[in-house]
């Protein structure tokens, strides 16, 4: 399991920003069992573990209190990021109660090639980055996979109930909602329609006009 160590934080307000200049992070620890904690840690460590876990997985944060450790089996929230440099500045650590469900957004991570793009020049559409599951804390995924290769025709689509959950593990969204799919470019779809609105209109005769009569026709 991922850990990260902490320290008690004495330094709050805006006096914060001595703490970021010194490469550590301000962050609180929380949960329906303990105390709120005002804590600091190392901002390079955070982004290490951040990147591993996400926002579902449980971490352990190790809290040293004047020379005793404790640990906390905790889930990463409310990540504050800055707005230039796209860094954290913030975080929190919740605490959740071990044997009773919680929420959280899991990223969705694609994989593999779809034949449709690369067959037929269709274009990719990515309609859900992340989405929210429930579960046991130690069920939830620091991510969930989407194999693209399943989408060899315009007609394939990858829906939410496709996807594939950590059993235990139950999703928070309309199963029918669409992941991904692949369509045309929309200057090709504008062609296709036009063509087949040429077709349409070429197999049938104007309305109120009857077929010239040639010599021959009977009276």
Do not use: W
């Not at 996807?163 to 045309?184: G, H, T, Y």
């Amino acid at each position: 399991m991922i850990k990260i160590k902490a320290n008690i934080r004495k330094v709050r307000g805006k006096k914060v920003h001595i703490l970021r200049k010194q490469g550590l992070l301000p962050c609180v620890l929380y949960g329906p069992k303990i105390e709120n904690q005002m804590l600091k840690i190392d901002g390079r460590l955070f982004q290490k573990a951040y990147t591993e876990a996400g926002e579902s997985s449980i971490i352990t944060l190790e809290v040293d209190d004047g020379g005793a450790n404790k640990n906390f089996s905790v889930l990463i929230k409310n990540v504050v990021l800055d707005p230039f440099s796209d860094n954290p500045i913030h975080v929190d650590f919740y605490q959740p109660i071990l044997d009773k469900e919680v929420s959280a957004n899991v990223a969705l991570v694609f994989t593999g090639e779809p034949p449709a793009v690369k067959g037929l020049g269709g274009i990719l559409s990515k309609n859900i980055l992340e989405i929210e599951v429930s579960g046991l804390p130690k069920n939830l995924p620091s991510k969930i996979l989407v194999n693209l290769d399943v989408l060899e025709t315009l007609e394939n689509v990858i829906l939410v109930k496709n996807l594939i959950l950590p059993e235990n593990v139950r999703v928070l969204r309309d199963l029918n909602d669409v992941v991904a799919s692949v369509s045309l470019p929309k200057i090709v779809e504008e062609v296709v329609i036009k063509e087949e609105e040429v077709e349409k209109a070429e197999g049938t005769e104007p309305a109120g006009e009857t077929p010239e009569k040639t010599e021959g026709d009977s009276k």
